[in-house]
Structure formats: structure tokens, C-alpha cells
């Protein structure tokens, strides 16, 4: 089964960085992974990380957080020898296994985030054209044999509305699009890794990425290179 989630925001292609040039080329061989939220909420790395990924807060010892104080009917909850806490909405028992793409729209002002995401995320990247998005998605679908949902994350600067879909408003700069294949617990740290026969047929074989802004101006950059150059 696949679902696609509710969105207005127009798509010209969804783009997904590589750290490492053998990840990029193993990926345009099918090699597709998905990771769950609790891989991001440990990981540090700067824009990968996520404290808050799919909760409404995650405290773990480990990393070097201070444990909250928990309260029950008004009285302290003895939590000493817990080591980390999740908190998450009600309404969202589980997880999903995810992948992250960014969404490049008309003027949706990627291009000013450009650097940024070169910098956190890699210089080697993979361009889905818009018409090709629901046909990964059934490649996707037929490789793990789960559902699978697609669609934009949204943004909010109120820590309430934490979930799968919607994440601080601080990470809006990531124009983040996302593919959700099952479901799993919320503590599931195991990848899922997918063979996706032909993906490089429907992925566009682009070494340069141009964005024109609403005024005009023209930022591209190159395969495999971090430097970003606007006219």
C-alpha cells in the first residue's frame, strides 16, 4: 500500500546528499537505506541529529543530558537510575523506517540553503524528478513489501506538535521531504537497508545543480564539491 500525505506545496525535484561518493554511487545502484527516529535523536552529527525526531523530548544520559523531573499527579517521579527518557505523543504509538530528501519548489528558497546543506549533509547528490516521485515509491514498496507513505515534513516552533511529520521550525532551511516505509517501536535502532531495481533509470543525470531565484539570480554548484557560486 502506498499513501501519499497531504501537501499544496508545489515540487520540481526532490535532491538527497551524500557524505561519501561511494554512498552517492551505491545508491544509484538500488542500494536505498531507511533509518528509524531513534537513530537520529542519538546521532550529534550537526542537521542530521535530532533530539526531538518524532517526540516531544529525549533525554539520554550518554549523550551528557540531565534527566528532566517527571511529575505524576503533582508528585515527583523517582526516575535516579533511569538512564535516558522519551517522551512522545499519545497518538503516535510507533515509528516508521525513514528517508530523507529536500524538495526543491518553485522559489520555496532552496537555493539560500544550498551551502548549508553541502556542508552538513555532503557534496554528492541524487536529483528525483517531480513525475518520477510516485514510481520510487512503489519501488520502494515492492522491495520491503510494506506500506509506504511519502509527502513534506512541516515546521513548528511549538514542541507539542512533535511527530513523524512535523519537526522545530529551527530545521526549516532543510525543505525536508520524506519517504516512511512500515512501522516500528519507538526505541527500534536497526537500519533497513532496500534493493530498488532501476532506480537509476528515474533518478536524472545531473552533475551541476542550478536554482534561479524569484530575482533572478542563478546559485549552482557541482558534483562532489562544496562550493557554492551565485550570478
Known amino acids: 500500500m502506498i499513501q501519499k500525505l497531504g501537501s499544496e506545496q508545489k515540487v520540481v525535484a526532490l535532491i538527497k546528499f551524500f557524505s561519501e561518493e561511494k554512498h552517492y554511487l551505491a545508491f544509484k545502484d538500488g542500494c536505498a537505506l531507511f533509518r528509524t527516529p531513534h537513530f537520529y535523536r ?3 552529527d550537526i542537521g542530521r541529529g535530532d533530539r526531538s525526531e518524532s517526540c516531544l523530548g529525549y533525554w539520554d544520559k550518554r549523550l551528557g543530558d540531565e534527566i528532566p523531573t517527571l511529575v505524576n499527579n503533582g508528585c515527583p517521579v523517582d526516575i535516579r537510575n533511569i538512564e535516558n527518557v522519551l517522551i512522545y505523543p499519545a497518538h503516535e504509538q510507533q515509528d516508521a523506517w525513514l528517508q530523507s530528501w529536500c524538495l526543491i519548489g518553485p522559489h520555496n528558497y532552496f537555493e539560500q540553503s544550498l551551502e548549508r546543506m553541502l556542508n552538513e549533509f555532503g557534496a554528492y547528490f541524487a536529483i528525483l ?3 518520477n516521485i ?8 515492492q522491495a520491503s513489501g510494506m506500506q509506504v507513505r511519502y509527502g513534506l515534513v512541516q515546521y513548528s516552533e511549538d514542541p507539542l506538535h512533535r511527530s513523524l511529520t512535523v519537526k522545530d521550525s529551527k530545521l526549516n532551511y532543510q525543505k525536508e521531504f520524506r519517504f516512511f516505509v512500515g512501522k516500528c517501536s519507538k526505541d527500534e535502532i536497526q537500519d533497513k537497508p ?3 531495481e532501476g532506480l537509476n533509470e528515474i533518478l536524472l543525470n ?8 524569484s530575482s533572478g539570480e542563478i546559485t549552482s554548484c557541482s558534483l562532489g564539491h562544496r562550493t557554492v557560486v551565485t550570478i
Open 129 to 131: 524528478p517531480a513525475k
Open 206 to 213: 545531473a552533475s551541476t545543480l542550478q536554482l534561479k531565484s
Open 194 to 196: 532496500l534493493n530498488l
Open 42 to 44: 542519538t546521532c550529534e
Open 134 to 141: 510516485s514510481t520510487y515509491a512503489k519501488l520502494v514498496s
